[in-house]
């Protein structure tokens, strides 16, 4: 059974960061692309960032590049989000999700970890 | 950027025909995946490649999508289906997924 267990999330200060993990099992996590999805509450879904399965290949949203760090440890079956000089608007559960491997569809979906950013 | 819109919200009585646009400029030319979300827990993939369904997802869920717009067609609803639904698309142009603004589907 495909399993992805998203931890790390929390309260903090803007401008603080955070690292979210997210620990996969139940496939060859190796061979998959990863991406991280969000949803601020009440809201809809935004993609965040993608990494392919080598992590050769790498993209994020306009409104987090250059703050948010996606990586991925094959050997650990683990992927992160570094999250640096976080906003208000960074407030979401963020998902933790298996790309399909062919036409960018999410096929699995972890239960997600809220992040809040408060003063 | 590329923008996907879908109606806030629709209503459908039991075992009728519910059917959720996504409209975005040339849609027809992408590849469009659906998603269905309850309330407090993750998606879940319904529809993937305009019409594919996964191992699992009944038959009343389908999809087509061509010129400006993607739908989603439910059919004979059940009191379960009542749920948000996004469609999603990989914008090429600009490496970016996209999703949809979400349709809350309401079964009366």
């Known amino acids: 059974e495909v399993q992805l267990v998203e931890s790390g999330g929390g309260l903090v200060q803007p401008g603080g960061s955070l690292r979210l993990s997210c620990a996969a099992s139940?496939?060859?996590?190796?061979?998959?692309?990863m991406n991280w999805v969000r949803q601020a509450p009440g809201k809809g879904l935004e993609w965040v960032s993608y990494?392919?399965?080598?992590?050769?290949?790498?993209y994020y949203a306009d409104s987090v590049k250059g703050r948010f760090t996606i990586s991925r440890d094959n050997a650990k079956n683990s992927l992160y989000l570094q999250m640096n000089s976080l906003r208000d608007e960074d407030t979401a559960v963020y998902y933790c999700?298996?790309?399909?491997?062919?036409?960018?569809?999410?096929?699995?979906w972890g239960q997600g970890t809220l992040v809040t950013v408060s003063s | 950027s590329y923008v996907l819109t879908q109606p806030p919200s629709v209503s459908v009585a039991p075992g009728k025909t519910a059917r959720i646009t996504c409209g975005g400029n040339n849609i027809g030319s992408k590849s469009v995946h659906w998603y269905q979300q309850k309330p407090g827990q993750a998606p879940v993939l319904v529809i993937y490649?305009?019409?594919d369904r996964p191992s699992g997802i009944p038959e009343r869920f389908s999809g087509s999508n061509s010129g400006n717009t993607a739908t989603l067609t439910i059919s004979r609803v059940e009191a379960g289906d009542e749920a948000d639904y996004y469609c999603q698309v990989w914008d090429s142009s600009s490496d970016h997924s996209v999703f949809g603004t979400g349709t809350k589907v309401t079964v009366l």
């Open positions: 999700a298996r790309d399909r491997n062919s036409g960018y569809a999410v096929d699995y």
């Open positions: 490649y305009d019409s």
């Open positions: 990494i392919s399965s080598s992590s050769s290949t790498i």
């Open positions: 139940g496939f060859t996590f190796s061979s998959y692309s």
